[in-house]
């Protein structure tokens, strides 16, 4: 979205919010996400939020979503709309200044055992990260 002039006060008044950003109004929805305007709080910029449903993507799905942010983070190109940032499992748990982050997603967590270390490799050939492929047992992901 092209930024344009900075929203009234009364837009801001707005108590739906994410990170910086505050939420105006609905812009579309598609089948799997929806797009807000959003205005960031301090550099008033305005942004395209698109809040996707992650309940609604399969495995493969999310790998798609994984490749378009990958994507989106190095395009630059004025005719292909850029990526400020993404927020990925991340959930506040309410919409002001007392909001508490907290990480959403486990869906190949398991429990484990202090001292223990997980061994299944997770995550499709083309997808998996250069340093899940050389790490070791992932007892970088135990401390939860
Ligand atoms: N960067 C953007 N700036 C402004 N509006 C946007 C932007 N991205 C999406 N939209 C609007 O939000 C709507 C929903 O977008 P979204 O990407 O979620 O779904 P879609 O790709 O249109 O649909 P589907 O996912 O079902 O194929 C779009 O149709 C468009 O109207």
Known sequence: MEPESKPSLSELSSTAALGDYV??????EG???????AVHRESGEVVALKQVFLSR????LKNCLDCEI??????CHPNIVRLL???QNILLSRSD???????ADFGLSRSLHPGDYAETVCGSPLEVSNGL???????????F
Request: charged letters at 20%.
């Open 70 to 75: 990958k994507f989106l983070s190095s395009a």
């Open 133 to 143: 492929c050389r790490a070791g047992p992932s007892h970088l992901n135990s401390c």
């Open 85 to 87: 940032e993404a927020f």
């Open 97 to 103: 200044d007392d909001a508490v982050v907290k990480v």
């Open 57 to 60: 993507l399969n495995m493969h």
């Open 23 to 28: 939420l105006i109004s609905e812009v579309g």
């Open 31 to 37: 089948s799997f996400s929806r797009v807000w305007k």
